[in-house]
C-alpha cells in the first residue's frame, strides 16, 4: 500500500526560526492547575487508608532516656505505634557523594538514643482518622536528659565546644586557592574587609511535605510530594528490602526550591505502610514544616579585597561558615558552591577561599534555591561596592575593570566557555528603573542600588550527571514521553513537550508526558541543581532528534527526497523543496509505516553532561557545567522615622542563552526576585537555643501582595548556553542578586550599608542610629 | 487538627448566656473564629464545648443616643462597608481597613476582638481611643462596663465567668473631631508592632486643639491611653509640629514595652514617638477640615 | 467519638455526611467530599490555599466547622459557572497571563479576585494587591497574579481596554 501523500501550503524552507520553543503556549500543567483539578501529594485517598503522624522532639540536645508508647497504642483507632527499633536499617544514607566531602555521619531516621535539634523524629503513629493520630502523638511519652547543646557555628569550632556528633564538629573544610593571595594582598594599594551575614530561611512551599504509601503484590509505592524520586534506594535501604521492591511517584509538586530535595514524608511512610500493610497518608502540619523542614544555611562571610588604586582587583581572601545544623544532609555540597563562586563574576589572580559546614543543635540546613551561590552575592556584591566608594569609583566601573568574560579563568581554575552577558543585564535592569522617585514624605528618603551575579546550572561536574528520556510515536501520530523528571511547578515537564514538539513536529496538545515515576520511566536525576532543562531537555533534544533520524528514512524513502531537507512541523513531515508543492506525510501515516516496516518508532535515550575532575587538595579543577547570569536594580524608600523600607522599583534581567518558554521563564525570575526579597528584608527563621521563635505561618513572613513591588523583566538571549537549543537554566540564578541589589540600594538612601540579613525596620534604625553616633567609617560600613 | 468538643448552638443571646453558665470553663465561645480555630487547630486550647452564637446573627450597626451600637457579633468588614459607621465613627473603618486579610474580616467580630485582648489588636485600641462602653450579659443581669476597665491585661477581660460581651457603645464624632489610626507591620496584614489610635477635637474656628485622645497598642499588656499630662503640649496648640513632635516624646518616655520576637523594647519605643506624633498630625488636619465644614 | 449528620450545600449541589462536630470544613471538603481545589496549607488562616466563598465572601476552611455552615452556599473553585464548557473566564485569565506556578495558591486566588471584581468594577493594581493580601503565592511573585486579575476585571466590564 503506497503511503497517502498530499499537497500543503508552502512553508519556508531550512528556516531556522524555531515554532514552538520560543512561544509560550498555556498547555500541560498549566490547565489542571487553574481549573483547580490537579492532585498534589496529599489528594490520594486510597481503601482503608490509615493516617500517619511524626512524634517529633521538643528538646535539641538530649539523651533519650525512656519512650512509653502505651497510652498512645491503646487510644482507640491507633493501629501502629513506631519507635527506632521498628526500623530494619535506621540510617539516611546519602550514597552520592560523588567521592567528594565522603560523611561520616549518618541521620538516623528514628531517633535512638539522642535527639540532636528540636522537631527531630523519634516515633510514628498510624490511625484510623487523623484527629485521632494527631491525639495518640500527644500521648507518646519521651523521656529525656538534657545534654549540653551548641547553637552556635562559631562557638563550635572552639576546641572545648559540646560535640554534635563523635566525629567532631566540622562536616566539611573546602579550600579553593589559586595564586598568593597573602603576598598579592600586601602588595595592594586597597584593602576592603567585610563580614556578612546570613540567616536561616524556610522554604514555606505552599503545599507541606505529603503523600501516600501502599504495599501491593510484595512492592512499596509512595506517591509524594519530591523533587528527588531516586530517593528509592535509600527507602530500600531503610526497609532491608531490594531496590526492585521499592516504587516512588512524584505527584506535581505545590513548590520545593530544595525543601523536597532531601527525604520528608518517604521514610515514614514507607514504615508505616510496610508494618500495617495498609495505605497510609502524611501530610505535616505547616507548623511542622516549619519547626522540623530543612532550611537554608545561614553563611558567616568574612572577606579580605585587595586592589590596585585604579581598582583592578588583585587578592580576596574569604573565609565562610555555614551553619548545617544536627545532620549532614546537603551541607558539604552547599558549602562547596559558596566556596565555588565566592569570589563572584570577578577576575582575581590571586585567592585563597576556606568554606567550613559546621554541625550545631540547630535545624538541620540543606538544599534551597541558590544553595550556597546565592549567599555569597550579598558578600562579594558589597565588597565591590565598598572598593568603588574607597576609590572614588561608581559601582558600574569597579565592575567593569573587573569583570569577567567568556574565556577568563574563574578561582577554582576552569575557564567560562559561553557568553558572560553581564554588561548587557546590567545596561537593561538600570535603564528599567527609569526617573528616579521622589520621596512620599519629610522622613522618608529614596535609594537604589544593583547588584549582578552568577549561579551554576547543572550539578557539580565531577558527578558525571546523566539523564534518560524515552520517547515514543503512537501510531495516531501522538507522541509520549516518559522521563523520570519531577515537576516542581516550574514547567519542568512542559518544557521537554515543547522541545520534542519543535523537533518532532507533533503539536503539543498531541504530545502527553509521563514523569516521576522510578518503576515506569527512565531516570532523569531528581530536580534540583537548575538542572533539568539542561539535562532532561538536553536528553528530549538528542533523543528526539535520534527518532527523528529513524523516522526520516523512511518518510525520505517515501518522499523521494534526502533526510535532511524534511520539515516537520505541525504533524506533518513534508519536502521542504521551494516549488510551492511541497509533499507531506501525516505523522500518523509515516508512524503506521514504520510499523509495517519493523522500525521503531520509540527510542530511549541518555545524555550524559561534560565530566570533569577537582582537586580538594589543591582547591584546583572543574566545578560547575556552566553558568547563569543576571543583573537586578532596585529603587526603595527608607522611612528613617521607623526604619521601614518599601521597595518601589526592581528590574531583573538575565541571560538565559535561548528561552524554552518566555511566560515561565519570567515567571521563574519574578518569583525568584519575591524570594530574594523576602530573604533581604523580613525572612528570618530565628532560633534561640535551638528553638525556633517563629513556629506559625503567621510570624515566619513570607511576602505577600502588598510587599512586593511588579517585578519587570528583562531577558537576553546571547544563543549560548549548554541546555538544549543553547538556553541556560533559570530556576536558582533570580534569587541570588536581591539581598545585594537592595542593601545597595539602602545604603545609597541612608548612607550606611547593611551587612547582616534581613534587613529589617529594627536594623534600618539601628544602622541610622549608628550612622548619627559617628560609628560609620567613610565607605558605609559600620565597624 | 482540632481535640473533640461537643457543638452547643445558640440562637439568641438569652440562649447563649444559659449555654455559657452551663459549661462554665469547658466551655469556649465560638464567634467569628479567627483566632480561637487557629489556637484549637494548634491543640493549644481544648475546650469540652464550644458554644456557637453564630446563629445570632448581627443587627446592623445602628445609632442611639448619641451612640453607635454595634452588635459583638459585627463583622469586621461591616465596620467598612456601613455608611452609618463611616459617618459617625470613620476611625473604625479606618483601622478595620488594616485588620488581617479579607477572610478575617470577613468572619471575625468585633466582640471577639474585644474579647481576645490582644494588646497589639486593632478594635480595642479603636473601641478604647473612642471612650466605648460594653454590654455585658449574664444570669444576674447586665453590666455596662467602660472599655478601660474592660480589657484588663494580655488576653484578659474584665467579663466575669458567666458573662457575655453582647454590644459595643461607641459616642458618635462631634463636629470638628479629627481621628487616625496608624500601625506599623513587619509584613502587610500582620498584627500591628505598635499602633496609635487618635482623635482631635478643634474649636469651632479650626485654630485651636481643644481635646486629644490617643491610645497607644503592642506597647504594653493592653491598649494605653495617654495621660492628659502627656498630652498637655499640644492641646491647647495649634497643632505645630513641635507640640505633636513633645507629645510623641513625652509618649515614648512613658511606655514600658517588653522585647520580643516581633521587636526590642526600645523600638517600639521609637515606634510609639512616631506613630503618636503621626497620628495626632493626621488626625488633626482632619479635624481642621471637618471644623470647617469641608470635609475629608 | 459521636457524629452528627450535616448538609452542605457545594456547588448548587447538597451533600449530606456524617461528621465529627471538630471536622473542619476544609476536611469535609477536601476529604469526605474529595475536592481538591481546597487544600490544607496552615490550619491558621494566614496562607489562603482552602480560600471558597461562603454565601459569596471569601473565608478560611481552615477555621470553620462543617457543623457550622449547614444551610450556607459554598462554593469552590470548580463549582465557578464556566463560560464556555470548559472554564470561567477568570481562569482564562489566569492561563493567558501565567499567573500560575506549581498551582498550589490558584484557586484560592481566583476565588478572593472574583469576589473582588463583583463588588468593584475597576480595582486599581493597588486594590488587587490589598484584597490578596491574604493569599501566599511562594512561586509567582505575584506580578502576573494581578496582571491576570486586571484583565478579568477589564474582561467583565465588557471592552477591551485598560483604562
Not at chain 1, 510514628?124 to 519521651?142: G, M, Q
Not at chain 1, 526550591?257 to 514524608?265: I, L, N, S
Not at chain 1, 575557564?415 to 552577558?421: M, P
Not at chain 3, 452528627?4 to 447538597?14: A, E, I, K, P, Y
Amino acid at each position: 500500500m503506497v503511503a497517502m501523500t498530499e499537497a500543503i501550503e508552502s512553508a519556508p524552507a531550512g528556516t531556522t526560526e524555531f515554532t514552538v520553543v520560543g512561544n509560550s503556549p498555556a498547555h500541560h500543567d498549566f490547565q489542571d492547575k487553574v481549573q483547580g483539578t490537579l492532585r498534589y501529594g496529599a489528594d490520594w485517598k486510597l481503601p482503608g487508608m490509615l493516617y500517619g503522624k511524626v512524634v517529633r522532639s521538643l528538646q535539641p540536645c538530649a539523651r533519650i532516656t525512656a519512650i512509653d508508647t502505651s497510652a498512645a497504642r491503646e487510644l482507640p483507632g491507633v493501629v501502629a505505634v513506631l519507635t527506632a527499633s521498628d526500623v530494619p536499617f535506621n540510617k539516611v544514607v546519602d550514597n552520592a557523594s560523588g567521592g567528594l566531602g565522603e560523611l561520616t555521619v549518618a541521620q538516623p531516621v528514628l531517633a535512638e538514643d539522642r535527639v540532636r535539634y528540636t522537631g527531630e523524629p523519634v516515633a510514628l503513629i498510624a490511625a484510623t482518622e487523623p484527629e485521632i493520630a494527631a491525639a495518640a502523638v500527644d500521648l507518646v511519652d519521651v523521656s529525656y536528659a538534657d545534654l549540653p547543646g551548641i547553637f552556635d557555628p562559631e562557638e563550635a569550632l572552639e576546641p572545648e565546644a559540646p560535640l554534635v556528633h563523635e566525629a567532631g564538629n566540622v562536616l566539611v573544610n573546602w579550600r579553593i586557592g589559586r595564586g598568593d593571595a597573602a603576598a598579592a594582598m600586601a602588595a595592594a594599594d586597597v584593602v576592603i574587609t567585610g563580614e556578612y551575614r546570613s540567616q536561616h530561611v524556610e522554604h514555606a512551599y505552599l503545599e507541606p511535605e505529603s503523600g501516600v504509601g501502599w504495599s501491593d503484590n510484595g512492592v512499596l509505592t509512595l506517591r509524594v510530594s519530591t523533587q528527588v524520586i531516586e530517593h528509592a534506594s535509600q527507602i530500600a535501604r531503610i526497609l532491608d528490602v531490594s531496590e526492585n521492591k521499592v516504587r516512588i511517584i512524584a505527584s506535581y509538586m505545590g513548590g520545593g526550591f530544595g525543601g523536597k530535595e532531601d527525604m520528608t514524608v518517604e521514610p515514614y511512610l514507607a514504615l508505616l505502610a510496610w508494618h500495617t500493610q495498609r495505605p497510609v497518608r502524611m501530610v505535616w502540619d505547616r507548623q511542622e514544616s516549619i519547626l522540623a523542614s530543612t532550611k537554608r544555611h545561614p553563611f558567616v562571610m568574612r572577606y579580605r579585597t585587595g586592589a590596585k588604586a585604579d581598582g583592578t582587583l588583585l587578592a580576596q581572601e574569604i573565609d565562610i561558615i555555614g551553619d548545617a545544623g544536627a545532620y549532614p544532609c546537603l551541607s558539604a555540597r552547599v558549602l562547596f558552591a559558596g566556596a565555588a563562586l565566592a569570589a563572584g563574576p570577578y577576575r582575581v589572580p590571586n585567592i585563597t577561599t576556606r568554606s567550613r559546614a559546621v554541625f550545631t543543635n540547630n535545624v538541620p540546613a540543606s538544599a534551597f534555591r541558590g544553595f550556597g551561590a546565592m549567599q555569597v552575592v550579598f558578600g562579594y556584591e558589597s565588597q565591590m561596592d565598598k572598593l568603588a566608594e574607597r576609590l572614588g569609583l561608581t559601582p558600574t566601573e569597579i565592575r567593569d575593570r573587573n569583570q569577567v568574560s567568556k574565556g577568563d579563568t574563574i578561582p577554582t581554575g576552569e575557564s567560562l566557555h559561553t557568553a558572560v552577558e553581564l554588561t548587557a543585564t546590567r545596561d537593561l535592569a538600570l535603564a528599567r528603573l527609569g526617573p528616579r522617585s521622589t520621596a512620599t514624605g519629610p522622613g522618608c528618603r529614596v535609594g537604589r542600588g544593583f547588584a549582578s551575579g552568577m549561579q551554576p546550572y547543572g550539578r557539580t561536574i565531577w558527578f558525571r550527571d546523566h539523564a534518560s528520556v524515552w520517547l515514543t510515536l503512537q501510531t495516531d501520530g501522538s507522541l509520549l514521553i516518559r522521563s523520570g523528571v519531577t515537576d516542581l511547578g516550574a514547567g519542568q515537564a512542559a518544557s521537554l513537550c515543547q522541545i520534542a514538539s519543535e523537533v518532532l513536529g507533533a503539536p503539543l496538545e498531541e504530545i502527553s508526558v509521563y514523569i516521576g515515576d522510578t518503576a515506569l520511566n527512565p531516570p532523569a536525576g531528581g530536580t534540583f541543581a537548575t538542572r533539568q532543562l539542561y539535562m532532561s531537555g538536553n536528553a528530549v533534544l538528542s533523543g528526539a532528534r535520534e527518532l527523528r533520524d529513524s523516522l526520516a528514512a523512511v518518510a525520505a524513502e517515501e518522499l523521494g527526497v534526502p533526510p535532511d531537507t524534511l520539515v516537520w512541523r505541525d504533524g506533518m513531515v513534508r519536502t521542504a523543496d521551494s516549488s510551492g508543492q511541497n509533499r507531506g506525510i501525516r505523522l500518523a501515516e509515516l508512524a503506521q509505516m514504520c510499523q509495517r516496516r519493523g522500525v521503531s518508532t520509540s527510542n530511549l535515550h541518555t545524555w550524559r553532561a561534560r565530566g570533569g575532575e577537582f582537586d580538594p587538595e589543591a582547591g584546583q579543577g572543574d566545578s560547575f557545567p556552566d553558568y547563569t547570569y543576571g543583573t537586578h536594580a532596585a529603587e526603595v524608600e527608607v522611612d528613617t522615622e521607623t526604619g521601614v523600607v518599601r521597595v518601589l522599583k526592581y528590574a531583573a534581567s538575565h541571560d538565559v542563552g535561548q528561552q524554552i518558554n518566555p511566560v515561565r521563564v519570567q515567571g521563574q525570575i519574578q518569583g525568584g526576585v519575591m524570594q530574594g526579597l523576602g530573604y533581604a528584608l523580613m525572612e528570618d527563621h530565628a532560633l534561640i537555643d535551638g528553638q525556633p521563635v517563629s513556629t506559625l505561618f503567621a510570624n515566619y513572613l513570607i511576602p505577600t501582595t502588598m510587599d512586593m513591588p511588579d517585578i519587570e523583566v528583562d531577558v537576553v538571549e546571547s544563543g549560548e548556553g549548554c541546555g538544549p537549543l543553547n538556553a541556560r537554566g533559570i530556576g536558582e540564578p533570580p534569587v541570588g542578586p536581591c539581598a545585594a541589589a537592595i542593601a545597595s540600594a539602602i545604603k545609597d538612601a541612608i548612607g550606611v550599608r547593611p551587612n547582616r540579613l534581613p534587613i529589617t525596620p529594627e536594623r534600618v534604625l539601628e544602622l541610622i542610629d549608628e550612622q548619627a553616633a559617628g560609628r560609620v567609617a567613610k565607605d558605609g560600613d559600620h565597624e | 487538627m482540632t481535640g473533640a468538643f461537643e457543638y452547643q448552638l445558640a440562637d439568641s443571646w438569652e440562649e447563649a448566656v444559659e449555654l455559657h453558665r452551663i459549661w462554665g470553663e469547658d466551655g469556649k465561645i465560638l464567634a467569628g473564629g479567627q483566632s480561637l480555630v487557629p489556637m484549637l487547630n494548634l491543640r493549644l486550647v481544648q475546650p469540652a464545648g464550644l458554644i456557637d452564637i453564630n446563629p445570632i446573627g448581627a443587627v446592623e450597626p445602628r445609632v442611639a443616643d448619641d451612640r453607635l451600637v454595634l452588635s459583638a457579633l459585627t463583622r469586621h468588614q461591616d465596620l467598612l462597608r456601613s455608611p452609618l459607621v463611616r459617618e459617625h465613627c470613620p476611625i473604625l473603618a479606618e483601622g478595620a481597613a488594616q485588620i488581617g486579610n479579607v477572610r478575617v474580616r470577613a468572619r471575625g467580630t468585633v466582640g471577639g476582638s474585644m474579647c481576645h485582648a490582644d494588646p497589639s489588636g486593632e478594635i480595642p485600641c479603636m473601641v478604647l481611643a473612642l471612650d466605648g462602653q460594653l454590654i455585658a450579659h449574664s444570669p444576674r443581669g447586665q453590666r455596662v462596663i467602660d472599655a478601660e476597665r474592660f480589657l484588663r491585661s494580655y488576653l484578659t477581660t474584665d467579663l466575669a465567668e458567666d458573662e457575655l460581651l453582647t454590644e459595643i457603645r461607641l459616642p458618635i464624632r462631634k463636629h470638628g473631631q479629627g481621628w487616625a489610626f496608624l500601625e506599623t507591620v513587619r509584613r502587610y496584614s500582620d498584627f500591628a508592632t505598635v499602633e496609635v489610635a487618635a482623635t482631635a477635637t478643634l474649636s469651632s474656628d479650626a485654630h485651636t486643639v481643644t481635646a486629644l485622645r490617643v491610645v497607644v497598642g503592642g506597647v504594653a499588656d493592653r491598649p494605653l491611653i495617654l495621660s492628659d499630662e502627656l498630652l498637655s503640649a499640644a492641646v491647647g496648640g495649634t497643632g505645630r509640629d513641635d507640640e505633636l513632635r513633645a507629645v510623641g516624646a513625652a509618649a515614648a518616655a512613658t511606655v514600658s514595652p517588653e522585647s520580643d520576637v516581633h521587636a526590642s523594647a526600645d523600638y517600639r519605643r521609637r515606634l510609639t514617638e512616631v506613630l503618636t506624633y503621626r497620628a495626632l498630625g493626621k488626625a488633626i488636619e482632619r479635624g481642621r477640615a471637618e471644623s470647617k465644614g469641608a470635609g475629608v | 467519638m459521636t457524629k452528627t449528620q450535616v448538609q452542605l450545600r457545594v456547588n448548587g449541589r447538597t451533600h449530606e455526611l456524617w461528621v465529627g462536630t471538630n471536622r473542619l470544613l476544609l476536611d469535609a471538603l477536601h476529604d469526605d467530599l474529595g475536592m481538591a481545589d481546597v487544600r490544607y496549607g496552615c490550619g491558621e488562616g494566614v496562607c489562603g490555599t482552602c480560600t471558597i466563598l461562603l454565601d459569596g465572601e471569601p473565608v478560611s476552611a481552615c477555621l470553620l466547622f462543617a457543623v457550622q455552615v449547614e444551610g450556607r452556599e459554598i462554593t469552590t473553585l470548580t463549582g465557578l459557572p464556566a463560560a464556555d464548557a470548559e472554564s470561567h473566564p477568570i481562569q482564562d485569565c489566569f492561563l493567558q497571563a501565567g499567573a500560575a506556578q506549581c498551582g498550589f495558591c490558584t484557586p484560592g486566588m481566583m476565588l478572593t479576585a472574583l469576589a473582588l471584581v463583583e463588588r468593584t468594577e475597576r480595582p486599581t493594581r493597588e486594590d488587587i494587591r490589598y484584597e490578596l493580601v491574604g493569599n501566599l503565592c511562594r512561586c509567582t511573585g505575584y506580578t502576573k497574579i494581578v496582571d491576570a486579575v486586571e484583565e478579568y476585571a477589564c474582561r467583565r466590564r465588557g471592552n477591551g481596554s485598560h483604562d
